[in-house]
């Protein structure tokens, strides 16, 4: 598992959306978590930079877990199914976290089936500042699905069945960022109801956007 979070880490830091020693990886291992050490360089992470937590969260070894563990706990009781998180200050998602969210439930429209396909819908959080318990709690609080989310002011966060299924989410989210910001301003055309259905029902993604 510490392998396995090494290699995303290096994913991350060489796709350009984990700057500095930014964001955090978790994964569940049985009735642990792994996550990636307070102030870890994702590009650079070593065994000494993964911290064991149980499944409480509590701290059993390792360095100082990352301070955001209330927002990877979140994620982890919204999708019981999910095995890793990732969170990360992509800049492009970042960009998009300063703005007014598309909609109450997706802060970002519907403007690629790969969007759809893998990530789905993916609310604004309100700010919290970086390492607020509370942010873990306004993560579980929406009475809807989701996967993904931006957080206001600070970066993305995403869950999937397993770790690559988790960096694709984030990947793909960066990406649907970017492009939002590439049509601000433009009135770009969005996927319809029927593609939105098809997409998310075959993808098995979420998505009550209006």
């Given amino acids: 598992m510490i392998d396995a979070l090494v290699a995303a880490g290096r994913r991350l ?3 350009g959306i984990s700057p500095g020693s930014s964001g955090n990886l978790s994964v569940r291992d049985g009735e642990h978590i792994l996550v990636t050490g307070t102030g870890a360089d994702l590009g650079r992470l070593g ?3 993964v911290a064991v937590l149980d499944a409480e969260g509590a701290h059993v070894g390792g ?3 990352s301070k955001e563990v209330a927002v990877h706990l979140a994620m982890y009781a919204r999708n019981r199914d999910h095995t890793a998180v990732v969170h990360v200050h992509s800049p492009h998602a970042v960009a998009v976290a300063c703005l007014p969210p598309w909609s109450e439930t997706s802060a970002v429209p519907p403007l690629t089936p790969y969007f759809l396909m893998r990530v789905g ?3 604004l959080i309100a700010y919290r500042a970086p390492g607020d318990p509370g ?3 306004l993560l579980a609080a929406p009475p ?3 996967r993904a ?3 206001a002011n600070h970066g993305q966060v995403t869950s999937g069945a397993d770790l690559g299924d988790a960096l694709t989410a984030a990947v793909e989210l960066e990406e649907t960022c970017r492009i939002v910001l590439l049509t601000d301003g433009r009135r770009p055309r969005l996927l319809d109801a029927g593609a939105i259905g098809d997409l998310t ?3 098995g993604t979420a998505w009550d956007a209006r």
């Fill in 63 to 65: 360095p100082r877990p």
């Fill in 13 to 15: 830091a060489d796709a």
């Fill in 201 to 203: 029902r075959r993808n």
């Fill in 121 to 123: 819908q993916a609310p």
């Fill in 144 to 146: 809807f699905s989701f």
């Fill in 135 to 137: 942010l873990g709690a």
């Fill in 47 to 49: 065994e000494d930079s």
């Fill in 149 to 151: 989310a931006l957080l």
